[in-house]
């Protein structure tokens, strides 16, 4: 499965001509990245989030019990959240997360026969990118939308406004220190969706504080909304 740089997936538009509004993720315009902990917390700290309203949640492949929480999502919530993989570096990971019920997968880094194993699942694929050339390439490999990681550190919403000026016809979600408060700068400048760890998800994993974590992920859906 490919995209073309000329026609996106039907959203986006040629290089130099005017743009439509841009589509938001099917679940929302925030992705929780669920990752480390001892594996206690994670279904409390999904259930959550999306009462909050964040629902679309990834949990990463470094994350005790992944499968089980992938698991108990997919059938609490059905299609009421989007419930992904996360940190995916070998093919064989994605037959794991699909038989789990997971519906997209992320990778911090872009490699083709993951793409293609993730189609063949049905998967949402979402490869990490961090250059201009990266990115193009994982979009026309098929990818969903591209994860541009590490977005604060290559420049945040300033360097994605630029490059988006050119490949506007990429869908992009930017992860990598993000935070709460400044989140909502990363859709302005043209993301359709962006990934948020430890500055939404705090210790919740680890300590299961739930109380800061829902203030958070409040204000998180709050801030986007605006």
């Keep these: 499965m ?4 000329s026609t996106g997936t039907g959203t986006g538009t040629a290089a130099g001509t ?6 938001r993720h099917a679940a929302g315009p925030a992705i929780a990245i669920l990752r480390g902990g001892t594996g206690e917390h994670v279904e409390d700290v999904i ?3 999306v009462d909050a309203g964040v629902r679309a949640i990834e949990i990463t492949t470094n994350t005790p019990r992944w499968r089980e929480g992938i698991a108990w999502a997919a059938r609490r919530y059905g299609t009421g959240a989007s419930i992904g993989v996360g940190t995916v570096l070998e093919p064989r990971q994605l037959d794991e997360a699909a038989a789990a019920g997971a519906v997209f997968a992320v990778s911090p880094h872009l490699d083709a ?3 293609e194993r993730a189609h063949e699942r049905g998967l949402g694929w979402y490869p990490g990118a961090a250059t201009p050339t990266e990115i193009v390439r994982a979009w026309q490999l098929g990818a969903r939308a591209v994860k541009v990681f590490p977005a604060a550190q290559l420049g945040g919403p300033a360097f994605l406004k630029q490059v988006l ?3 506007d016809f990429v869908d992009v979600i930017p992860t990598g220190g993000i935070g709460v408060d400044d989140a909502s700068e990363y859709l302005a400048a043209g993301a359709v969706a962006v990934g948020l760890g430890s500055p939404l998800v705090g210790d919740a994993l680890t300590s299961g504080d739930l109380g800061a974590l829902r203030t958070r ?7 986007l909304a605006r």
């Design 2 to 5: 490919t995209n073309t740089t």
């Design 18 to 23: 005017a743009a439509p509004a841009r589509h």
């Design 47 to 49: 259930a959550t989030l």
């Design 113 to 115: 026969d993951i793409g």
């Design 165 to 167: 000026a050119p490949l």
């Design 217 to 223: 992920a409040e204000r998180l859906v709050a801030g």
